[in-house]
């Protein structure tokens, strides 16, 4: 079984900062790439930022300057530091994983429960 746990998300003023933190485990081979998705209340799921097992990163227009994606590769594990957050970051995010569990086995993704992150103006 894999297992994708985050934790870090709560409720901040505009302005505010949050650190979301999202772990891997189980039978894991290698995790490729990371990343981060949110969904707003009546609203798809839409990316935000995405970091390969190198470091190369992608982000969300929105989220361009503000937030920043990291990783540790030997813990498995994918941060999102949020900064200058605004009333409409609030959604709950998501972590995803492209992983392998053994080695030659397909690539799969894999999704976090989800944490809720609420920006109050």
């Known amino acids: 079984q894999v297992q994708l746990v985050e934790s870090g998300g709560g409720l901040v003023q505009a302005g505010g900062s949050l650190r979301l933190s999202c772990a891997a485990s189980?039978?894991?081979?290698?995790?490729?790439?990371m990343g981060w998705y949110r969904q707003a209340p009546g609203k798809q799921r839409e990316l935000v930022a995405t970091i390969t097992r190198g470091g190369n990163t992608n982000y969300a227009d929105s989220v361009k300057g503000r937030f920043t994606i990291s990783r540790e590769n030997v813990k498995n594990t994918v941060y999102l530091q949020m900064n200058s957050l605004k009333p409409e970051d609030t959604a709950v995010y998501y972590c995803?994983?492209?992983?392998?569990?053994?080695?030659?086995?397909?690539?799969?993704?894999?999704w976090g429960q989800g944490t809720q992150v609420t920006v109050s103006s």
């Open positions: 189980g039978s894991i081979f290698s995790v490729n790439t």
């Open positions: 995803n994983a492209h992983l392998m569990r053994y080695m030659g086995s397909p690539e799969n993704t894999y």
